[in-house]
């Protein structure tokens, strides 16, 4: 019998670059390839309606900083990651305890954000910051 992880990803909760200049990002995506942001606030652009990814977004490194450290600097021993990717599991925080016994160093443990969702984050071999979420109201639509 096969054994089930507890890391298994569900879907592609989210995917995009991580952004050190916003407005040649926007040029790029926005302007050339004529992707329909939403913004929020502090420049994070995000669209729900790319297909192919439950959410295609341009994080800047500050905030992505600010998630997984509470600063908005990136710490110099933490290798600046150049992309984010979130993969929904079943339970964030079994999902996290998995990983760590796998040698994988969290950044953020079962934090429950203010929009609702449940994230770890880690650095990944290939230096993107990944992410192990609950999204309810991606469940919902699945």
Request: one cysteine or more; charged letters at 20%.
């Amino acid at each position: 019998m096969e054994e089930i992880l507890k890391a298994t990803a569900l879907f592609i909760a989210g995917f995009g670059p991580i952004v050190t200049d916003p407005q040649a990002s926007r040029e790029l995506y926005s302007r050339a390839f004529g992707i329909p942001f939403k913004e929020e606030n502090g420049g994070y652009l995000h669209t729900e309606n790319l297909k192919g990814a439950n959410s295609f977004a341009l994080w800047p490194l500050p905030q992505a900083a600010q998630s997984c450290f509470g600063t908005d600097a990136w710490p110099h021993d933490v290798p600046i990651p150049q992309a984010w990717i979130e993969f929904d599991v079943e339970d964030v925080a079994a999902a996290t305890a998995e990983l760590e016994s796998r040698g994988y160093r969290m950044l953020v443990s079962n934090r429950n954000e203010p929009w609702g969702q449940t994230v770890s984050r880690f650095i990944g071999p290939e230096g993107l910051l990944v992410g192990v979420t609950f999204t309810p109201w991606m469940r919902e639509a699945k």
